[in-house]
């Protein structure tokens, strides 16, 4: 099993940066297609971008360009950095675990453990 924590939300002026992390525990970190979810007020979680255990990455369009996804074997953490953030990405941002084969797409169902959610507020 493998516990998430992730940490780093708050609010920004749209154009600003944030940047999460996600804390996990458990010795097999390195085996787990690692992603990121995010899920708006009234909407369903969508993913974000996830990283396989080669550290190979892919993005939601919406997030390309502005986002990157980073993992950390030896913290067992995985990141991300969130640039020229937008109004539309208000969300409760989640981290989520999965075995190698949830790396071939990002669908939530795909993904077995997940964190409490941090949120993010960007202002206009």
């Known amino acids: 099993q493998v516990q998430l924590v992730e940490s780093g939300g708050g609010s920004v002026q749209a154009g600003g940066s944030l940047s999460l992390s996600c804390a996990a525990s458990?010795?097999?970190?390195?085996?787990?297609?690692m992603a990121w979810f995010r899920q708006a007020p009234g909407k369903q979680r969508e993913g974000v971008a996830r990283?396989?255990?080669?550290?190979?990455?892919n993005y939601a369009d919406s997030v390309k360009g502005r986002f990157t996804i980073s993992r950390d074997n030896a913290k067992l953490t995985t990141y991300l950095q969130m640039n020229s953030l937008k109004p539309e990405d208000n969300a409760i941002y989640y981290c989520?675990?999965?075995?190698?084969?949830?790396?071939?797409?990002?669908?939530?169902?795909?993904?077995?453990?997940w964190g409490q959610g941090t949120q993010v507020a960007v202002s206009s």
């Open positions: 989520a675990a999965g075995p190698r084969d949830s790396c071939y797409s990002l669908r939530r169902g795909d993904f077995d453990y």
């Open positions: 458990g010795d097999t970190y390195s085996r787990y297609c």
């Open positions: 990283i396989d255990t080669d550290g190979n990455t």
